[in-house]
């Protein structure tokens, strides 16, 4: 007997169908199909031939391959008994739940006691699916490893984009042939990883930022996972996302994965980012004031690092209230003895040495000069050189002869008097001082991956949010070492980089626009000399590359010249003015002819007014500037287009170009088929052109 389900929203159809109550496959992943289709004959015509060489059947690539049933790859499920044997599956359908935009499959393996299931949800207006599995048992198992539902990869795909990077080098794209056999990625340092992030994009042929099918996944987890992309020697492809292999350190009767969002495109890779955006902005990430405008960010650790004084952070907060900030954020050094990263980490109690009165003489002062207060904790770690490791060594997680990353190790946050006592700590620090912001650091990969630790990191988040629900939280780990929708359901803005590099900042941001929102995205204007390359940027281009994302300033405001603060002070002010439909527009990467041009452009939600931000990264190889197409506009409309910072135009730029005098006014169609034809500039610099539907 053949079953089978289909979800579907305007974009995009997904089917699944089995036979004789096996394990689900997913016979059909694509654009819409009409409502009549018949399901039934398509799980018929879905089969591939057998020939020489093979089974007489060939085994389904269902949502589990099961080795039982001779499945040529890799398993999505291997599990073990609580001696050591192999179990090895062999599932039966039990019940099919469906509702709306709902199925929920239910699977038995009656000989081993075990039961599996798989859940999917397709939203209609973010045309994002979550996928699921789950496994119970009737004994404790040891769980190896446990794919998230398999989805199939496209036929007519050449290569496939993942994620890698580095400290101060994130977001980073690689682009893999498919060829037989596997394309494999683990994450084992315990946390989402600088290095690995969960995510991969499978364009079909001929699929560009603008134009074409894509296929995307995320893998919502901050711990280890693992990524399988594999070709079949039959010519079938799996993708496979779950936990990294051995994170379930004892056995269990239940297991989960997080869940797998994937999404198809059919208008290129940003049909996939924009998913991705929407999904996370307005269905993940839960803002504690949800109507109220993101404040342009101050935070003071590359002027002060750990030497707070009080006058000074003082002078620094007024200044930073002139260039128009409207949060500040007291970094790492303000807990007791300090001084450096050797000592004191997880003591959590302000250092009467530098605060004599405590905190609140420096958050009343920015509370006057109408800004709020934000303070910085990292309290999954401890150092060695501190009362409460002193205390309680055994609280820290892996070996004693461990080595240290920062001068510290990592608590153990499976255990319930760890998460107690954090709690507490920072619990009153809340409690004491009206904080509004907490920067939650994490600037070491664990000494082992382990599942209990991203679960008991995620209950002490829960339960501070529930306590302080006012309270907004960022994600940061050395930078953009824990960026995923998991940490982002209990956060609310990300750390994308250390890098306050505004060249490396444009191209990182640029990757990054394929997985998340602008208004979770915080970028910060850095200084002069940049403290992480060494390199000296035009304040003109770092405040732009900040105004691109959520806009903040990391830097000492007593270094700028009057020039310099004057040019901050109109880029934050243009931002203030724009940033109530910048944080809810789509980011669309653009098809840039220059490959020394990074270009985007931001649309708002109503598609009645854009930004385009062309960031020169290098020195072009051509001596004109090609025409930038733009992309989703009404091809029949007139927009009128304005460079808003013609006044950086230089010597060199000796044309008569009309966009340097004045706005114009061109259609759609005009816009993406031909493009904007931008004055010649500079290597690092940026050129801002407003859109407005007339």
Request: with cysteine.
């Amino acid at each position: 007997m053949i079953q089978c389900w289909r979800l579907d929203d305007r974009r995009q159809t997904l089917v699944l169908g089995s036979h004789r109550k096996h394990l689900a496959e997913v016979i059909y992943w694509g654009p819409r199909l009409p409502d009549d289709e018949d399901l039934d004959t398509l799980f018929a015509v879905h089969a591939i031939d057998v020939t020489g060489g093979m089974l007489d059947l060939n085994p389904e690539l269902s949502v589990s391959p099961e080795a039982t049933r001779t499945f040529p790859g890799q398993p999505g499920l291997i599990v073990r008994a609580s001696d050591g044997t192999q179990l090895l599956t062999k599932f039966c359908l039990v019940q099919a739940q469906e509702e709306p935009g709902r199925l929920n499959l239910f699977y038995t393996d009656e000989n081993n006691g075990l039961t599996y299931s798989a859940r999917f949800a397709i939203n209609s207006r973010t045309h994002v699916i979550e996928a699921q599995a789950a496994l119970e048992s009737d004994e404790p198992i040891h769980l190896h490893w446990m794919s998230a539902p398999v989805m199939p990869a496209p036929q007519l795909s050449d290569e496939m984009i993942d994620v890698s990077g580095r400290w101060c080098g994130e977001f980073q794209l690689n682009r893999t042939v498919w060829s037989p056999g596997v394309r494999f990625r683990e994450n084992r340092t315990g946390r989402t990883g600088h290095e690995h992030f969960p995510g991969l994009i499978v364009p079909c042929r001929g699929a560009t930022n603008t134009q074409g099918q894509a296929y995307a996944f995320h893998y919502g987890w901050s711990g280890g996972h693992k990524m399988i992309a594999e070709e079949l020697p039959d010519g079938r492809r799996q993708i496979q996302f779950g936990h990294a292999e051995h994170m379930e350190a004892t056995p269990k009767k239940q297991f989960e994965t997080a869940p797998l969002y994937i999404t198809f495109s059919d208008d290129g890779l940003n049909g996939c980012a924009v998913a991705f955006q929407r999904h996370l902005r307005d269905e993940i990430v839960q803002m504690p004031q949800p109507d109220r405008e993101r404040p342009v960010h101050y935070n003071c650790w590359e002027a002060v690092y750990f030497n707070h004084d009080l006058p000074v952070l003082k002078d620094i907060a007024s200044r930073a209230a002139d260039l128009g900030v409207e949060r500040f954020v007291l970094d790492d050094g303000w807990f007791n003895r300090r001084d450096n990263d050797t000592r004191a980490l997880s003591d959590w109690e302000v250092d009467p040495r530098k605060y004599p009165d405590g905190l609140d003489p420096l958050i009343d002062h920015v509370h006057s000069l109408g800004m709020t207060f934000g303070i910085w904790f990292e309290p999954e770690m401890i150092n060695p050189d501190s009362e409460i490791y002193r205390a309680h060594p055994d609280w820290a997680l892996g070996a004693e002869d461990q080595i240290l990353g920062r001068n510290q190790k990592a608590l153990n946050m499976a255990l319930p008097d760890v998460r107690d006592f954090l709690f507490e700590r920072i619990a009153t620090v809340l409690r004491k001082h009206a904080i509004e912001y907490i920067k939650w650091d994490h600037n070491r990969v664990l000494p082992m991956p382990d599942a209990d630790q991203t679960r008991g990191s995620y209950a002490l988040l829960d339960r501070l949010r529930a306590e302080f629900p006012h309270v907004e939280i960022e994600s940061c780990a050395s930078g953009g070492g824990r960026i995923d929708f998991g940490i982002l359901e209990r956060t609310q803005r990300i750390w994308l980089s250390d890098s306050t590099d505004a060249l490396e900042r444009l191209k990182m941001q640029h990757n990054a626009a394929l997985f998340l929102p602008a208004t979770v995205t915080g970028c910060h204007v850095g200084s002069r000399k940049c403290h992480t390359s060494g390199r000296v940027l035009d304040m003109s281009f770092r405040a732009w590359v900040a105004a691109q994302r959520h806009m903040g300033i990391e830097m000492d405001p007593r270094e700028l010249t009057d020039e310099e603060a004057e040019t901050l002070r109109q880029v934050v002010s243009w931002w203030k003015q724009n940033r109530g439909w910048m944080m809810n527009a789509d980011i669309l990467r653009l098809e840039s002819p220059d490959p020394a041009v990074i270009a985007e452009q931001q649309l708002s939600a109503d598609h009645a007014r854009f930004v385009v931000f062309a960031g020169k990264a290098a020195t072009s190889s051509q001596i004109a500037p090609r025409p930038l197409r733009l992309t989703r506009l009404d091809p029949h409309a007139r927009y009128r287009i304005n460079l808003i910072n013609r006044d950086r135009a230089v010597g060199l730029s000796r044309g008569t170009q009309t966009l340097k005098t004045e706005s114009v006014d061109l259609s759609g169609s005009y816009l993406m088929n031909h493009g904007l034809t931008l004055p010649w500039s500079f290597p690092e610099s940026m050129w801002v052109i407003e859109g407005r539907r007339q």
